[in-house]
């Protein structure tokens, strides 16, 4: 089983629409990540938890929102999707402490906005 | 600038030779330096990670650091097809376990 999970994998949706992306992990880690890659391009960091009370913004958090529902899950929202937001989007997860601790990503959701 | 550069490619490289690629930072304080591997469509995977100037050999692997020049390299020896990937370099500050990370180099090794 994998051990961080994303649903959905593939979401086709229009301009306006609400829409939330799931992640769930199953590694016990406190530290959770959403990212969006595009075409050709690396990660950038939209948002970050350090543990359930704890939200960060990252480097592209507008249009976006965030919910930790829990240690083992994380949410990520668009309240109203524009075009400029068809993406890759990656949940990521890491344990505490050290300065090596990998981060584990997730299988992407692919979200394409009409 | 961006904080974390690395050329786009493709690097195209024969099998079996050697594939070098760089990534520079910007920022002095960085302690610790990552390099991801991604397939087409798939997640990226952690291959090696370096902290300390020098090299960190893992397998065919190789990553270099220079703290003083602020960059870091990944060889890959005796180059595969199974190598022909995206290689995202990432690059952790002093505080928290947040990555930066560079554009990625697109690797292409032909048989």
């Known amino acids: 089983d994998a051990d961080v999970t994303q649903t959905p994998r593939n979401r086709i949706t229009k301009t306006g629409k609400r829409i939330m992306l799931e992640c769930s992990q199953t590694k016990g880690h406190d530290r959770m990540y959403w990212y969006r890659q595009d075409p050709g391009l690396g990660l950038q960091l939209i948002y970050y938890?350090?543990?359930?009370?704890?939200?960060n913004k990252g480097e592209i958090s507008d249009g976006y929102s965030v919910s930790r529902q829990a240690q083992a899950k994380f949410s990520l929202s668009l309240e109203s999707a524009i075009p400029n937001q068809t993406a890759l989007y990656f949940c990521?997860?890491?344990?505490?402490?050290?300065?090596?601790?990998?981060?584990?990503f997730g299988p992407g959701t692919r979200l394409t906005v009409l | 600038q961006k904080e974390v550069e690395q050329n786009s490619g493709p690097l195209s490289v024969p099998e079996g030779a050697i594939a070098s690629l760089n990534c520079t930072y910007s920022?002095?304080?960085?302690?610790?330096f990552f390099w991801y591997r991604q397939y087409s469509g798939k997640s990226p995977e952690l291959i090696m990670f370096?902290?300390?100037?020098g090299d960190k050999e893992d397998g065919r692997f190789t990553a270099q650091l220079n703290k003083a020049s602020q960059y870091v390299s990944l060889l890959i020896r005796d180059s595969q097809p199974s190598d022909s990937a995206t290689y995202l370099c990432?690059?952790?500050?002093?505080?928290?376990?947040?990555?930066?990370f560079g554009g990625g180099t697109r690797v292409l090794v032909k048989p």
């Open positions: 990521a997860t890491s344990a505490p402490g050290g300065s090596y601790n990998e981060q584990f």
């Open positions: 370096i902290y300390s100037n």
């Open positions: 938890s350090f543990d359930v009370k704890d939200i």
């Open positions: 920022d002095r304080g960085s302690q610790s």
């Open positions: 990432a690059v952790r500050k002093a505080a928290g376990n947040k990555l930066t």
